[in-house]
């Protein structure tokens, strides 16, 4: 049975950086919890407690919490109201929709000195005769029940009837627990009948049945193979229809049983996949022959860059932003890159051998990408293979000055190539936008004509 785990209670206390001793308020409403027990020992300064919509049967292990004002337990499998005397600031308790049909039991409350509200609707005992003025005759501290206000003449008049009211609900009670007692004989019945066609069926599967004629074999056989074939799911259909149709009680046993019954069928239907899962053949990475594959399991979009300036390659990934970083395995190969993205392998034939030493990856801050810098194996200085190639269109005076002179000098480029930009143009724009005095124009361009030819490098200007 599953019960509070420090793990999901861990989960729960995220709105208190997940510290549960010190925790006030927690949800644990809709986690199939069919045992109430630990939280009085963790989560000892508890206020507020969720437990709504699970299987617990049982009101335990919270009479520690001192400071608990508001507990939840509507939707579960409770049946009598009990262990809450030493939750001495206890306001409200909802109890909707749960098995209570010992009313008598609410007498416990009577500790509870500051319990205003009370909600027991949807439960047997709300159904007997005088239920209302029972409660309210008994529990004096109360302000509301079933949302429902309490009026002072309500009261007086429960009060003066009490006696008699109490005796017609001792009566209602006996009936009800009578009748529970049966339908716990009935639930074990089933459960035990449930338990001796499952073990039927598997000695059957199994080959331990009665003998049986060969035609009656034959039969077998072929059904047997038609359920191979769809999976048994037509007898599963079978069982599926007969469960949900079967007419049950409510109580708090057939919660239980079709709370197992979607377990078990929820278990194989996993057990199914896993085995499909398992079942799939293993990436084909290299060959047999021990040829390297491209492979892009994980269908990502990549891009390989080919970074000649500074000899080395770039593969850009685009893994996913919110991706964890370990969950990316990077391995560089002389001849290949490998990535696992969550265990889905990335494989990447470079065109070209690389170190894989002195190669690094990192992520993208802004996209979230995976970049891995690869420095090639043949090591190129392209810088120098550039100075050749400018070298081959220069003047060989120049060069030959430098040889004499050993200086080593900046490389002149071929005049002829190169081409002052012409000032003159300038100005003829300008003329035509006809900005500024034409007369003046003309002279202003003989000037720069002027300087051009006049030019003299006066080092202190």
Not at 113 to 133: D, S
Not at 163 to 184: D, G, N, S, W
Not at 391 to 417: I, M, Y
């Amino acid at each position: 049975s599953l019960s509070v785990t420090e793990d999901l209670v861990r989960r729960r206390a995220e709105h208190n950086n997940c510290e549960i001793f010190s925790l006030e308020e927690i949800s644990l409403h809709q986690q199939e919890i069919e045992k109430l027990e630990y939280l009085d020992k963790w989560c000892r300064d508890l206020k507020i407690l969720y437990l709504q919509n699970n299987l617990i049967p049982k009101i335990e292990n919270v009479s520690k919490l001192k400071k608990l004002e508001y507990l939840n337990v509507a939707l579960n499998n409770i049946e009598r109201i009990e262990n809450l005397e030493g939750c001495e600031e206890l306001k409200k308790l909802d109890l909707t929709a749960n098995f209570i049909g010992e009313l008598s039991s609410i007498e416990s409350l009577k500790h509870n000195i500051h319990l205003k509200e009370l909600f027991l609707v949807g439960n047997p005992c709300t159904e007997f005769e005088g239920y209302r003025q029972f409660v309210v005759a008994t529990l004096h501290q109360l302000k509301y029940l079933d949302s429902k206000e309490i009026e002072r003449s309500e009261r007086i008049k429960a009060l003066q009837d009490y006696p008699e009211v109490k005796q017609k609900i001792r009566e209602q009670e006996q009936v009800y627990l009578l009748k529970r007692a049966r339908e716990k004989e009935e639930a074990q019945r089933r459960m035990q009948e449930r338990k001796d066609k499952k073990q039927n069926q598997m000695e059957s599967n199994l080959g331990f049945d009665s003998p049986e004629s060969p035609q009656e074999k034959e039969n077998h056989q072929a059904e047997g193979d038609g359920e191979q074939e769809t999976g048994g799911t037509v007898a599963d259909d079978e069982e599926d229809r007969r469960f949900w149709e079967e007419p049950t009680p409510y109580t708090p046993e057939s919660r239980l049983e079709t709370h197992r019954y979607i377990e078990e069928k929820r278990r194989a239907k996993d057990n199914v996949r896993e085995s499909k899962n398992s079942e799939k053949p293993p990436w084909t990475l290299v060959t047999a022959e021990g040829k390297v594959l491209n492979v892009n399991v994980p269908k990502l979009h990549f891009s390989l860059k080919d970074d000649e300036e500074n000899n080395q390659f770039i593969l850009e990934l685009a893994v996913y932003r919110y991706l964890d970083t370990s969950l990316l395995d990077v391995d560089v190969q002389p001849t290949y890159i490998r990535v696992l993205v969550k265990g889905k392998p990335f494989q990447f034939v470079l065109p070209e051998e690389v170190k894989p030493d002195s190669s690094s990856a990192k992520r993208s801050q802004t996209t979230g990408h995976l970049v891995v810098t690869m420095p090639k194996a043949k090591e190129i200085i392209l810088a120098k293979q550039k100075v050749s190639a400018s070298v081959k269109h220069s003047d060989c005076n120049t060069l030959q000055k430098n040889a004499e002179s050993g200086k080593v000098e900046k490389l002149e480029v071929d005049p002829s190539k190169y081409s002052f930009p012409d000032v003159t143009k300038i100005i003829q724009e300008k003329e035509r936008t006809g900005q500024g005095p034409i007369k003046l124009q003309p002279e202003r361009i003989t000037d720069v004509k002027k300087s051009c030819v006049d030019f003299e490098n006066d080092e202190d200007v």
